[in-house]
């Protein structure tokens, strides 16, 4: 059974800081992984996703996540935070092949102090 | 278009009422998912359709009855719910070996 742990239920950056959201998966197969985010009282977006094409996946906002097979892991970054950052970000993973389900990490709060 | 769209966006239901989510999409994905999440936790799947079929359901209870009349649209039929089963209800949809996309929810409250 496929899972993902997401290491920090919250993480305070500054304005214009690096943002390092953690995330490791367990997998028996080559995994598709996901980040999304979720604003207040909304449904949740796609930030980037790895379909097993570039390890170094780029996606919306400025966010950047690296495949890392050797220490299961895909962490999401961004070089300089921006008070819109301030969100739920989940981690998600999905086997390949066929429809199946995508499973949530536990999120994380990103902060952004002014 | 790129959009699932849910309605109502807002439910208050008593424990006696039967109503209905509905969920559409026109991106001509196959698959189509229910969710439930709860505040501050993540979403938590319920069913999944595959090509119109019940493919998954995540041991739901009855009370949760999905339909999929046709490749664009989705329904979860609620019948006798309980207040515990107040959440946000997400639906998405998906090609095969894509990104789920969703929608924004149905606040749902059950008094």
């Known amino acids: 059974a496929q899972s993902v742990t997401q290491l920090g239920s919250h993480v305070s950056v500054s304005e214009g800081a690096l943002v390092l959201l953690r995330c490791n998966y367990s997998s028996s197969v080559p995994p598709y992984l996901f980040w999304y985010v979720q604003y207040p009282n909304q449904g949740l977006q796609l930030l980037l996703k790895?379909?097993?094409?570039?390890?170094l996946v780029k996606g919306i906002n400025g966010f950047e996540a690296e495949f890392k097979k050797s220490e299961t892991s895909f962490h999401l970054t961004k070089p300089s935070a921006h008070m819109s950052d301030a969100a739920e970000y989940f981690c998600?993973?999905?086997?390949?092949?066929?429809?199946?389900?995508?499973?949530f990490g536990t999120g994380t709060k990103l902060q952004v102090i002014p | 278009d790129t959009e699932v769209t849910q309605t109502p966006k807002h439910l208050v239901m008593g424990m006696t009422n039967k109503k209905s989510l509905k969920c559409e999409q026109h991106m001509g994905h196959r698959a189509m998912y229910w969710y439930k999440q709860k505040a501050k936790k993540p979403p938590e799947l319920m069913f999944v359709?595959?090509?119109?079929?019940?493919?998954i359901n995540e041991s739901v209870p009855s009370r949760f009855s999905p339909e999929c009349p046709n490749s664009s649209l989705l329904n979860l039929h609620l019948h006798a719910l309980q207040p515990e089963d107040s959440a946000l209800y997400l639906c998405?949809?998906?090609?095969?070996?894509?990104?789920?996309?969703f929608g924004q929810g149905t606040r749902l409250t059950v008094v």
């Open positions: 359709y595959s090509y119109e079929k019940l493919s």
């Open positions: 790895y379909t097993s094409a570039a390890t």
């Open positions: 998405a949809s998906r090609a095969v070996g894509t990104e789920a996309f």
């Open positions: 998600a993973v999905s086997e390949t092949g066929g429809y199946q389900k995508v499973t």
